[in-house]
């Protein structure tokens, strides 16, 4: 891989990236091993909703003593001493209450980094590929699925676009706009903790391949029922956990049941899963035109 080349002070470097939502779910990390999942997950990219950043390349230290979770990645990604990146970011979507703002955030983060030190133009397509999965996982795993647009696969510390003729439209029904009251880290660390935890892990490596398979083969009956068997036995993990996390609310469980009484009662078909959050998500299948994208890291888009 090049050197990379250090940049004048006051470089600049913006990119917005997308959320995803996860049909097979990321939810527990590999003891001894930084951001590596205890199971492969796949997404679908919402590049609707997105985080826009801009970071600026400074000298001196890094002001303050308490860096958040986005100042101390900056700090590992500055390979120059007596230098450091600040950052500015806004999210089109409530932050933080189970719609991966963090994958977008960090996603946008890594991408604007990538803007300001102009790897694309130093870097083969291949090397850029792997330092920005690098780093995106680094910072929060999800974020590596932001970097493709349509079905992305994660598995270990690789993610790949997922072949698909399967057309989905994206809803989230906002039931709770607030931070969770227990982060998204705490909960993957606690995982292990679940009696069930180690049974999901074996369940979602059959659960991935056939979602796959159904994504491939326009398999819309059991894409929805492995997708919504798939985020239930993730919630029973975390409600199993020790101590116990209780993200879906008397109000979102509410809604799943409604949402399936309904699309039911009319031979829809629709599906609904819910992440890490109190807010579910609902992909009625449509048949919009399905966005191919060409270039290697299409959702960096600059603004």
Request: hydrophobic share 35%; with cysteine.
């Amino acid at each position: 891989m090049n050197e990379m080349q250090q940049p004048a002070v006051g470089t600049v470097g913006h990119a917005s990236a997308p959320s995803n939502i996860a049909l097979v779910k990321y939810w527990g990390k590999e003891p001894g091993a930084r951001q590596m999942p205890t199971n492969s997950s796949l997404s679908m990219t919402l590049s609707d909703l997105r985080t826009y950043t801009r970071v600026e390349f400074c000298r001196g230290p890094r002001p303050g003593d308490a860096p958040d979770r986005a100042e101390r990645l900056l700090d590992e990604m500055c390979p120059w001493q007596g230098y450091h990146f600040t950052y500015t970011t806004q999210n089109q979507f409530p932050t933080a209450c189970g719609i991966a703002s963090s994958a977008s955030g960090f996603c946008a983060l890594v991408g604007a980094v990538s803007d300001c030190l102009s790897l694309n133009e130093s870097m083969s397509v291949e090397e850029h590929a792997e330092w920005c999965q690098h780093w995106c996982r680094l910072g929060s795993g999800s974020s590596i699925r932001s970097l493709y647009g349509g079905f992305v696969a994660w598995e270990a510390a690789v993610a790949r676009r997922v072949e698909s003729v399967v057309n989905l439209m994206h809803m989230v029904v906002v039931l709770d706009p607030f931070p969770k009251t227990v982060g998204s880290n705490a909960g993957h660390e606690g995982a292990r903790t679940s009696p069930l935890h180690r049974i999901r892990q074996v369940d979602s490596q059959d659960t991935f391949a056939r979602v796959e398979g159904a994504l491939a083969s326009n398999d819309l009956k059991t894409l929805t029922k492995l997708t919504e068997h798939e985020y239930l036995i993730m919630h029973a993990v975390m409600m199993t956990s020790k101590p116990p996390i209780d993200y879906m609310n008397s109000d979102c469980l509410r809604f799943c049941s409604e949402f399936a009484k309904w699309r039911d009662a009319r031979s829809l078909s629709a599906m609904v899963t819910v992440d890490a959050g109190s807010n579910p998500c609902s992909s009625p299948n449509t048949k919009r035109r399905f966005v191919r994208f060409a270039s290697v890291f299409p959702t960096f888009n600059s603004f």
